[in-house]
C-alpha cells in the first residue's frame, strides 16, 4: 500500500499541474461555426407609426415664397420669405421692398396653430412683428388668437389675408 501512495500523488500532482503547462494563448481565429440565417430587420417605424405621436398633417412642411398678390396682382417687386409649420407651430418670415425706395416691408411670426375648417387654422401669436409702410415696427401681442385661410395647393399653399391679397408658398420640403 505504501508504493500505491506515491503513485497516487504523482497522479494527482500530474492532474493539476497539467494544464498550468499547456499554452496559455487561444487561437486567433475562432472555431468555424454553422452559417446562421440573416436576421430580418424592421425598418424604423414612420412617424405616424410611432406610439403617442399624431400622424402629419398635410401642411405640416417647409415652404419658399413664390409669388405675393396685392390687390389681386401680382407683385412686381422681388419677395422672399419661408413658411415652416410643424405638428403644433408655424414660423413665418418675410421681406420685401416697401412702397417709398427707402422703407422695406418685413414681416416675422412664430404661433401656435391648430386646424379649424377645411381650409382654415387658428392661430395664436407667441412672438411676432412686422414694419408698416412708414417703415415703423409693429409688435404683435403674444397670446392674440386670429383664424388664418390656408389653401393646400399642388406642390404648396396658398396664405390669404382677405380675397384679393395673399402670399403663395411652394413647398420645399
Keep these: 500500500m505504501m508504493r500505491s501512495v506515491p503513485v497516487v500523488l504523482g497522479v494527482l500532482f500530474g ?4 494544464p498550468a503547462t499547456q499554452d496559455p494563448v487561444k487561437p486567433a481565429t475562432p472555431p468555424p461555426t454553422a452559417p446562421t440565417e440573416p436576421v430580418a430587420t424592421k425598418p424604423a417605424p414612420a412617424s405616424a407609426d410611432i406610439p403617442g405621436k399624431p400622424k402629419p398633417h398635410p401642411l405640416e412642411g417647409v415652404y419658399q415664397l413664390r409669388e405675393r398678390v396685392l390687390d389681386g396682382k401680382a407683385a412686381t417687386a422681388p419677395s422672399r420669405g419661408y ?3 410643424t405638428n403644433r ?3 413665418l ?3 420685401a421692398p416697401g412702397t ?3 422703407k422695406v416691408l418685413l414681416r416675422s ?3 401656435t396653430w391648430a386646424p379649424r375648417d377645411a381650409d382654415q387654422m387658428q392661430t395664436v401669436v407667441l412672438l411676432g412683428w412686422a414694419t408698416d409702410d412708414a417703415g415703423t415696427i409693429q409688435f404683435e401681442q403674444p397670446g392674440q388668437q386670429d383664424v388664418r385661410r390656408i389653401e393646400l395647393m399642388r406642390g404648396g ?3 390669404t389675408q382677405d380675397a384679393r391679397n395673399w402670399l403663395e408658398f411652394e413647398r420645399i420640403e
Design 15 to 18: 492532474w493539476f499541474v497539467a
Design 93 to 95: 418670415s418675410v421681406g
Design 89 to 91: 407651430h408655424l414660423f
Design 83 to 85: 413658411l415652416c409649420i
Design 157 to 159: 399653399c396658398r396664405v
Design 109 to 111: 411670426s412664430v404661433r
Design 100 to 102: 417709398a425706395a427707402d
